[in-house]
């Protein structure tokens, strides 16, 4: 006990020591308190968004996958790698999209919170349905050259997220696209509030009805009102029509400005038809019926399905679920919202990965400046040990006693460092994540002048429809895609940084300090003689 | 058998004998004196005695336990007071502060050490006032009354004390050798490190050192 008597005695005597260490301590304990309260706020922020956000995920197949596996191990003596192509084609030829029973099969899984599906087809319009363009028929030609055939026939992805553009003869050739949907839940632009119903109702769910949708601009187009029936037809065969009723009209927040010239009309948000999944089946199955010969194209759907789950944790179960259920090598799960979310924390990452390196930097310089002045510090008081040594105070309990001075100075000085991190840790994390978002953002903006290309475009040179999910390197675009996606999406601002852990970590840094300081003093301690101090002294 | 017994202590400084085959008995309510001139070895016994160096050979018996046995802070701090020539004070501390802190390290189960503190600085010529004060602003004659209050604080059955008149008037030189004449007459065994013949004729004993 007069061991701490004696050393808090000491410090108030030693004013200017105890206040030089206690500086010392304030600016390490200061620095490491923002350090550990930015990366706490990383952590905080990825913690809350993962909490509240639901995951959905895709199957897919995994092309990339498939390609890797065929590479050769070795270049062969050209110097090239030898990919087979011919292998690979069977192996893409041999390959089918999931079907609708599969998807289901793997919604069993229990991790899985709800399921849905969407179906794409195209049709063409007819006397009393014409495609908001904004072309003249001159135009639409050329447009025809350049999509699809511009981009050397290329094909919108699949949208259950096809990876290899594995169409299955699906076309995009058709004015109109006319989507399908499972259930509510599926209709993400409603859900998501960026799609609202401004007349009449939505179809019901799951119904057969040839009910449907359309956007407030193609109304508008072509005089349509709730009520009104229009007609499509099946755009390999103009005789092949099919009547919908329009229960209701739409309007949409989303790519309002959708740039015509480059891409097909089925491709504008506003020639979007949407009807139940069931009532398009219905179609499909029609179709079927009536083109049974070879030379016939009958209208196909591409069916995308999403797994919506509770958790981050459940979707990772999910994937292992789905291996357990006999879901192929050849075909991956993926999450869109997780890709958007890494890409969300990007500058939250890359600066709590800076203030990682910012802490042990400041750690190692303060502790070192720290173990110096003790040096000094034990220096000074050598006369002091002797005499309280010669008083037959044990070694120990000097040492002890010049550990509890750091101590007390070093805990003081982390109860002001956390008390000032606390109140500039949330302004400071915040000004140093607007930086980096800033730098972020206008790094991506080069990248995409350097590429040639607007703001709103995508890697791949293409817009991907509001309703698809985002192509995630396996097609075309690929890593470029990657670069430019979710750059306005990051998190800008952090609310709470400082949280008990930051308090505890603060703890354990001082008592580290403390350790590494007084490890000096007491090697110092140990080593002195009282009677060569005096006889020094003398 | 006196209370601490020197048997045929020797002690070098590396190759430098300074002690040789020194045997004596001190026994308690008597005041010695070592004496002896400038080199004779009188500082070096007086560590020796403390426990502060040990004896290259021989032995010193503490109440006829050989002190290298005793575990030597215990031996410091309880059974020997010392008083060193430049008093060895904490100088950031009070007179009072100084005093309480060595029965503090005693072990002194005292319920009010300050109390008993002050009172030793009583009864060594120091007031209230000078007890409280910082020890840099205390004269070197009070200073040594400190040492002496300190010495004294924790009730050592020896009491051993390197030039305790070497700084001091006649006057004060006086007083302090009268504390020492009280404190053996009250049954301490004090031993007196000088080369004054003042002081050695105070004493009851005189052991005159001799250099090698």
Redesign the interface.
Known sequence: M?VI??AL??IS??KGRSVLIGIIALVIATSACLGLSIRQAAENAKQTTLESMSVTAQISFDRQSVMQNLQPPQENEDGKNGFDRDKFSEIMGGTSALSLEEYEKYAKADTVYDFYYTQTAYFNGSDNLEAVTDETEEDDDNTQNQMPGGFGGFQMPDRGGMKGGMMSGLSADGDFTVIGYSSDSAMSDFVNNTSSITSGTVFKEGTETLDCIISEELATFNSISVGDSITVTNSANDDETYNLLVVGIYTSTENNDFTMSMFGSNQDPANKIYMSANALQKIIDASEDINTDDESSPIKASLSATYSFADVDSYYQFEEDVRSLGLDDSYTVSSADLTSFENSLTPLNTLSSMAGWFLLVILIIGAVILVVLNIFNVRERKY?I?????????KGKVALQFVCEILVITMIAVIIGAGIGAVSSVPVTNALLENQTQSQSESIQQLENNFGRPGNMNGSGLQTPPDMPQNDGGGFGGKIEQMFSGASDYITEVDSAMNLTVVFQMLLIGLGLTLVASGVSVMFVMRYD??KI?AN?? | MGILTLNNVCFSYGKNPVLKDISYDFEVGKMYCVTGKSGAGKTTLLSLLSGLAQPTDGSILYDEKDIKKIDKYNFRSKYIGVIFQSYNLLTKFTALENVVLSMDIAGVKEINKKQKAKDLLLSVGLNEDEANRPILQLSGGQQQRVAIARALSYNPDIILADEPTGNLDRETENDIMNIFRQLSDQGKCVILVSHSPAVAELCDEIYELSKI
Request: with cysteine.
């Open positions: 007069y008597k004696n005695k000491c005597r030693a002091e002797g005499v309280l040594t010669a008083m037959g105070m044990k009282p009677l005096f002294r003398d």
